[in-house]
């Protein structure tokens, strides 16, 4: 019997939050989710690190300029079924912005919006999942 690899994809996701507690989402633009709010993010590209994919993102899909040294993992999200497109694989980073900080909606972006993480919206994949664990770290170590 002859096994075939399963195709996976790379891709990296930001948690750009505010110390007030608001998180940036974008309002997705395409299918799968289009219309659903998400965490800014997207493929790595050849050649690039996960980070440098979420610096990239985050600045394509929000206007948020950060360092590649302002982002810390939280972790890797490799849930199977995570995306109805197929295996993703993804890096998720946080990275703490001033309050304030200007968007602008991008590159796949419909709008790009300031949550309070009181009051989130439905969020598309598994970004409930990610935030609710980025919440629990912030709360645990503050």
Excluded: C, K
């Excluded at 110390?19 to 493929?43: F, K, M, N, Q, S």
């Amino acid at each position: 019997m002859t096994e075939t690899a399963e195709t996976i994809r790379y891709t990296a996701d930001v948690v750009a939050m505010t110390p007030d507690g608001r998180v940036l989402l974008i309002e997705r633009d395409w299918p799968p989710y289009e219309g659903t709010w998400a965490l800014p993010g997207g493929h790595v590209d050849e050649g690039e690190t996960s980070r440098s994919a979420a610096v990239r993102e985050l600045a394509e899909e929000t206007g948020v300029q950060v360092d590649v040294d302002q982002l810390r993992q939280i972790g890797v999200w490799d849930e199977p079924g995570r995306d109805p497109r197929g295996r993703y694989v993804t890096a998720v980073y946080l990275a703490v912005v001033p309050a304030g900080t200007p968007i602008v909606a991008g590159d796949d972006a419909r709008t790009a919006r300031w949550w309070s993480v009181a009051d989130l919206p439905r969020l598309a994949f598994d970004h409930d999942s990610i935030l609710a664990q980025v919440l629990a770290t912030a709360t645990s170590s503050s």
